[in-house]
């Protein structure tokens, strides 16, 4: 069976990262399970991640309407890919970031 993948909000911007998870920020909600491809970018080099929505949270409301905080499991990705965020997140350096992929 063919899964369609969602692609990121233009407005999405990384939240927060830790070892097993991505929050990336965004004013458009997607429901949990929606599949979603993107590219978290961490010190110039780019890891595919293609995995569901886990939660999303509504953080902030203001004038302009709701932020929302998706949440992404990193389970799609391999061991070793995880590891080098774990390395990544200790080293305490750079500036990750995600990029959207059309989908």
Not at 63 to 73: A, D, I, T
Request: net charge neutral; with cysteine.
């Amino acid at each position: 069976m063919f899964k369609s993948l969602a692609a990121l909000p233009k407005d999405a911007r990384l939240a927060g990262l830790w070892p097993d998870k991505v929050a990336v920020e965004s004013r458009e909600a997607l429901l949990p399970g929606t599949e979603v491809a993107f590219r978290l970018v961490l010190e110039g080099n780019a890891l595919r991640v293609t995995a569901a929505v886990q939660a999303c949270l509504v953080v902030a409301k203001d004038r302009r309407g709701y932020v929302f905080h998706l949440e992404f499991p990193l389970e799609s990705v391999g061991s070793a890919e995880r590891q080098i965020v774990t390395l990544f997140i200790a080293k305490g350096r750079g500036e990750p970031y995600v990029e959207r992929i059309e989908a």
